[in-house]
């Protein structure tokens, strides 16, 4: 499986981004695919996750709201009302779930195994 996080850059604050994530070479049995991100200095964090089979979405952070565009293969991410503490790279990761498990997707580094390269988010005035 290959991700390709894109959409990144530099925003002011209370501004808005949309980051996109193209996954490629998966199967089609269900995954859950999510978005990290990691500050300067500090551990990589959950952010949202989504899963393929039913679309339910874990969203961490009432500002951002994860979405998937099935017929693109591709999982975005909204950042809304950006402050300068969301600067981060900002990954998104791929894991195969079961099928139909009714458990909401993760939001933690280890239940995924396919990462991609991540994409810098700078919020500044």
């Known amino acids: 499986v290959q991700l390709q996080a894109s959409g990144g850059g530099l925003a002011q604050p209370g501004g808005s981004l949309r980051l996109s994530c193209a996954a490629s070479g998966f199967t089609l049995e269900p995954n859950a695919v999510a978005w990290f991100r990691q500050a300067p200095g500090k551990e990589r964090e959950g952010v949202s996750c989504i899963k393929s089979e039913d679309g339910g979405a874990v969203n961490t952070n009432s500002r951002f709201t994860i979405s998937s565009d099935n017929a693109k293969d591709t999982v975005y991410l909204q950042l809304n009302s950006l402050k300068p503490e969301d600067t981060a790279v900002y990954y998104c990761?791929?894991?195969?779930?079961?099928?139909?498990?009714?458990?909401?997707?993760?939001?933690?580094?280890?239940?995924?195994?396919?990462w991609g390269r991540g994409t810098l988010v700078t919020v500044s005035s």
């Open positions: 990761a791929f894991a195969y779930v079961a099928y139909l498990d009714p458990s909401p997707c993760g939001t933690e580094a280890y239940q995924y195994d396919y």
